[in-house]
């Protein structure tokens, strides 16, 4: 089925540690995005990246790295875990605006993490 | 900047019951304007969008109307379900440009019978 693959679906991790999330879509949207969605905090979006080989930062930007060397795949790297960074991470994609009923991000069904 | 505010509850309603739940954005330009919704332990799914002025979204029994004069759009359903028990959340996505998703802080909505 058509949409947004995240992996792995649950990760406990040491503080200290490093990992990646690993996020592919196959519907060759230009437009990926990473968020956190934390209790009373909604959500808040990492880095996004307009297309292969360009990312930015978002809001909360710190101890994660992108990178998007392909259309398909979109991976946030943590550094150094920290507990802070124990939260749900989604996955999203879309198709570029300019028209027509590609407005809508297509989001995947998460990762939650957990730092200890 | 881009923000969206919207109402937070938690709220609590008896099956049947009308459903409000308030948006209002601020935004350069003209953006397009969601609905998401989340339920249990599943990722978000797009409920509804308009993306001009006095556009009606609607899907499901729920709809929201896109009014530039208020800056508002606001969510109703006549009559909740238990099975639309989730937590809600407006957002906006601006035209051109980045187009990044800018998310209210989600409203959690129970439904009982």
């Known amino acids: ?116 | 900047g881009n923000s969206v505010t919207q109402m937070e509850g938690p709220v609590t309603l008896s099956e049947e019951a009308f459903l409000t739940i308030n948006c209002t954005y601020t935004a350069t330009g003209y953006p397009s304007l969601f609905w998401y919704v989340q339920y249990p332990g599943e990722g978000l799914q797009l409920l509804l969008k308009a993306t001009k002025a006095d556009d009606k979204g609607s899907n499901k029994g729920f709809e929201a109307t896109y009014r530039k004069e208020t800056t508002s759009f606001h969510l109703e359903k006549g009559s909740v379900q238990v099975s639309d028990s989730a937590v809600y959340f407006c957002a906006l996505r601006r035209k051109g440009g980045s187009e990044k998703l800018v998310f209210g802080k989600g409203m959690k909505l129970t439904v009982n019978p």
């Not at chain 1, 089925?1 to 230009?30: I, R, Y």
């Not at chain 1, 790295?65 to 398909?72: A, G, K, L, Q």
């Open chain 1, 1 to 116: 089925n058509a949409g947004v693959t995240q992996t792995p679906k649950f990760q406990v991790l040491k503080t200290g540690q490093s990992m990646t999330l690993q996020c592919a879509q196959d519907m060759n949207h230009e437009y990926m995005s990473w968020y956190r969605q934390d209790p009373g905090m909604g959500l808040r979006l990492i880095h996004y990246s307009v297309g292969a080989g360009i990312t930015d930062q978002g809001e909360v930007p710190n101890g994660y790295n992108v990178s998007r060397s392909t259309t398909e795949d979109f991976p946030l790297r943590l550094l150094s875990a920290a507990p802070s960074q124990t939260s749900v991470y989604f996955c999203a994609s879309s198709a570029a605006g300019g028209g027509g009923p590609n407005y809508g991000y297509t989001f995947g069904s998460g990762t939650r993490l957990t730092v200890v």
